[in-house]
């Protein structure tokens, strides 16, 4: 099978263009520059990732997000360097062979794949509201976790059960690795998570064989180790007490903090202020939408989507601190620590 570098050789991009997305991969990843030769002989050499996409109680966007992912590689690059064994948006073959070209998947390349999982795990009345080709989501997921070399949850439904497991979650919706309890999980949360990020850790698997550095709720520390509040281009403001009233204000025209707009910044674990979306052109927060926290646990059900921090948090009985920049922090904290709680994290 072919490596990365011999399938920008065919599509005519040249070595210098090669070498750009090695180095983006390995920025991304945060990795020394001294081991940027190794990246390079890694991508020079090893096969294209196999790659088996699971779709479950989800909207698609997570694909759709992944297949615009173009900091790291072009898409059609992109496209033809991951062998996407089994997808049901995009691959061509339906009904009984899609089922029988997964089945040869997973037998020809068992231990070797790459399971990611798209939505949510519905285990309630066997199954019956998430099924494929006549089997329950439950039994799929677990057939194809059998040879997987490396299981990845992406989007906030499969981290963490996301819509479908919001109030009163009638599917009785879980995450994966609530239903794979014990296995390892790559947890790439946000609704939907960023391309580059999914593409990026599906790079580490080929270069190192392994997942990244994981956090204690199973996301990458390299693009989850930060909170958007820490990163944001915004924080001036923030820390000067400079905030937008409403959305169309003069404090939002001067592009001042949307804290009191309902700013999820800075409980909100991701890669979003440094990274940004669509080739690095923007996110929310650039945009004057205030962060909705789409990659935390429960970011649905706790609602109040516009409504300040410091007033969300009292539903949930942390105690509030109500003046000044201490207040972002001080919540901040305390939902951080809720959301490790609840998803028995450290
Ligand atoms: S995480 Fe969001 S974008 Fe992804 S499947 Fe769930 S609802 Fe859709
Ligand atoms: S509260 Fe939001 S807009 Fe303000 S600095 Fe923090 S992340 Fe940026």
């Known amino acids: 099978m072919e490596s990365l570098y011999h399938i920008y050789k065919r599509r005519g991009y040249t070595r210098r263009d090669f ?3 090695a180095i983006a991969i390995s920025t991304a990843l945060g990795l020394p520059s001294s081991l940027l030769p190794k990246v390079v002989k890694a991508l020079e050499v090893k096969p294209k990732p196999v790659v088996i996409w699971l779709e479950f109680q989800d909207c698609a966007g997570c694909t759709e997000s992944f297949i615009r992912s173009t900091s790291i590689l072009p898409t059609d690059v992109l496209l033809d360097y991951l062998s996407l064994e089994y997808h ?3 691959m061509s073959p339906s009904g009984f062979y899609a089922e029988e070209s997964k089945r040869e998947a997973m037998e020809k390349y068992r231990g070797k794949y790459v399971l990611v999982v798209e939505g949510s795990v519905s285990p309630k009345d066997k199954g019956v509201y998430c099924t494929v080709a006549g089997k329950s989501n439950v039994d799929l997921l677990r057939e194809a976790v059998e040879g997987a070399g490396l299981i990845v949850a992406v989007g906030s439904c499969a981290s963490w059960g996301g819509i479908p497991h919001a109030y009163p979650n009638p599917t009785g919706a879980l995450s994966v690795s609530e239903v794979l309890k014990g296995k390892q999980v790559v947890n790439i949360p946000g609704c939907p998570p960023i391309g580059d990020v999914m593409v990026s850790v599906i790079a580490n698997y080929v270069i190192t064989g392994k997942a990244p550095e994981l956090d204690s709720m199973g996301r ?4 989850y180790g930060q909170t958007i509040h820490d990163r944001c ?5 923030y820390n000067a007490g400079r905030f937008a009233n409403s959305l169309d204000d003069e404090g939002a025209k001067k592009g001042y903090c949307l804290y009191k707009l309902g700013c999820k910044g800075p409980i909100t674990r991701n890669a979003c202020a440094t990274i940004r979306w669509n080739g690095g052109l923007s996110f929310p927060i650039q945009s004057g939408h205030p962060c909705f926290g789409c990659s935390e646990p429960d970011f649905w059900d706790r609602g109040m ?10 539903r949930f ?3 509030e601190a109500l003046v000044g920049v201490a207040v972002g922090t001080a919540v901040g904290v305390g939902v951080a620590y809720m959301n490790k ?3 028995g994290g450290k």
């Not at 990458?220 to 693009?223: A, E, G, I, R, V």
């Not at 281009?233 to 403001?237: E, I």
């Open 220 to 223: 990458p520390k390299t693009f």
């Open 317 to 319: 009985g942390i105690r």
């Open 305 to 314: 989507l516009y409504t300040p921090l410091s007033v969300v948090s009292g």
């Open 341 to 343: 709680k609840s998803r």
């Open 88 to 90: 049901e948006t995009l």
């Open 19 to 21: 070498l750009t997305s």
């Open 233 to 237: 281009y915004r924080r001036p403001f």
